[in-house]
């Protein structure tokens, strides 16, 4: 049996891939401060630059990293609750692979068009990916009974 055989392989590997989106967008954010010069905490400015760079604003590109990692925030655990619960209901590899698979290219897809402010691109993958979940629930909730 390989991972891709239960929902549960598929639900691990929507996890990793997730949890390595949002955190390049930590790494997103990083480099353009970096390239700008700029930090938005005091501490941050004697930390990452010696005292080098300048206490500012973030950069647009550095803001919409930010705002994107909150929405993911927001959003991503209910996911990851509302999955587990589709795993542990024991749901099908088969559906797994279908509302992991969209639920994580949506949110993937969701991250790039806040990074280049795309809409309605934005809006679409995110009311996908809640869609998918919503799904998902009602798929937990009938599998109950």
């Known amino acids: 049996m390989n991972a891709f055989d239960t ?8 996890v990793v891939v997730l949890f390595f989106k949002m955190h390049t967008l930590s790494l997103v954010q990083l480099y353009h401060r970096n390239r700008a010069g700029t930090f938005r905490t005091p501490e941050d400015v004697s930390f990452f ?3 080098k ?3 500012a604003e973030d950069t647009d590109l550095g803001e919409r990293a930010g ?7 927001e959003n991503i655990p209910a996911y990851f609750a509302v999955s587990l619960a589709f795993v542990l209901t024991g749901g099908s590899a088969t559906a797994g692979m279908i509302y992991f698979g969209l639920y994580t290219v949506a949110r993937v897809l969701h991250t790039v068009s806040y990074l280049k402010g ?6 679409l993958s995110h009311i996908t990916s809640v869609l998918a979940t919503a799904a998902m629930a009602v798929h937990c909730v009938v599998r109950l009974f």
């Open 53 to 55: 760079f300048d206490l």
């Open 7 to 14: 929902a549960l392989g598929w639900w691990v590997i929507s």
């Open 49 to 51: 630059s010696k005292g």
């Open 67 to 73: 705002n994107a990692w909150r929405n993911d925030l």
């Open 118 to 123: 795309l809409q309605p691109h934005r809006f």
